[in-house]
């Protein structure tokens, strides 16, 4: 009865630990499922970053040789009339001046002994402002993808990389243990063999039960 309740004892400490082990595996596998969710494409943050790209869209300069999408938009005349005329022209069709408190001044006007340089910047008409920020938010949209691919394909190669690194530990633990366990049976095949000769010998009489020879 003794003994029996000791082996009670004992396998309880052995199902504790199985069950632990059981539960971190579980919560493991648990975790490597979720983590690509994390990469999922989210409206709240595709809505802040095209606001953000509105802000930045509507104080630039468009560029249209660097592919750079502006709601203000330069102008170069060649003289003070034609700059006047420009100016009537693209106001009537509904740009706008810029702000005051802006960083840009709506003309400016370089003068030197041999000639004069005329710069005026305008806003877009809110329309043509609305058909910009379409394309914008394409970009951002197309952006935010590819980054979230990006960062995907990262992660699962971080999880696949972890889980070849514990096959190969797994692997290396096995053969140690294979190798310990190959160790350990040699030995007992050789204790038992060196049991059998010295039996034999003191049965022959050339050796006695202390292993002295005769």
């Known amino acids: 009865m003794q003994h029996h309740r000791q082996e009670k004892q004992n396998e309880a400490p052995q199902q504790q630990t199985q069950n632990e082990g059981s539960t971190m595996s579980n919560k493991s596998t648990?975790?490597?499922?979720?983590?690509?969710?994390?990469?999922?494409?989210?409206?709240?943050?595709?809505?802040?970053?095209?606001?953000?790209?509105?802000?930045?869209?509507?104080?630039r300069v468009e560029k249209p040789s660097a592919d750079i999408l502006g709601a203000i938009v330069e102008f170069n005349p060649r003289t003070l009339d034609e700059s006047h005329e420009l100016y009537h022209q693209y106001r009537?069709?509904?740009?706008?001046?810029?702000?005051?408190?802006?960083?840009?001044?709506?003309?400016?006007?370089?003068?030197?002994?041999?000639?004069?340089?005329?710069?005026?910047?305008?806003?877009?008409?809110?329309?043509?402002?609305?058909?910009?920020?379409v394309e914008v938010c394409k970009q951002v949209r197309a952006d935010y993808e590819a980054e979230l691919e990006a960062a995907l394909n990262a992660e699962i190669d971080r999880q696949v990389a972890m889980s070849l690194a514990k096959?190969?530990?797994?692997?290396?633990?096995?053969e140690q243990q294979q190798r310990l366990n190959r160790e350990q049976q040699v030995r007992d095949e050789l204790a038992a063999?060196?049991?059998k000769l010295r039996e034999e010998l003191i049965k022959s009489g050339r050796l006695t039960k202390e292993g002295n020879a005769q």
């Open 92 to 133: 009537a069709a509904g740009w706008l001046p810029l702000e005051p408190v802006g960083g840009l001044p709506t003309a400016m006007l370089l003068e030197s002994p041999l000639a004069s340089f005329i710069t005026l910047y305008l806003k877009k008409p809110a329309r043509d402002q609305e058909r910009d920020l």
């Open 193 to 195: 063999s060196r049991a």
């Open 167 to 174: 096959d190969e530990r797994d692997r290396l633990q096995a």
């Open 30 to 59: 648990q975790a490597t499922t979720e983590v690509p969710m994390q990469f999922a494409f989210s409206d709240s943050e595709y809505r802040s970053r095209c606001q953000n790209a509105k802000g930045f869209y509507e104080s």
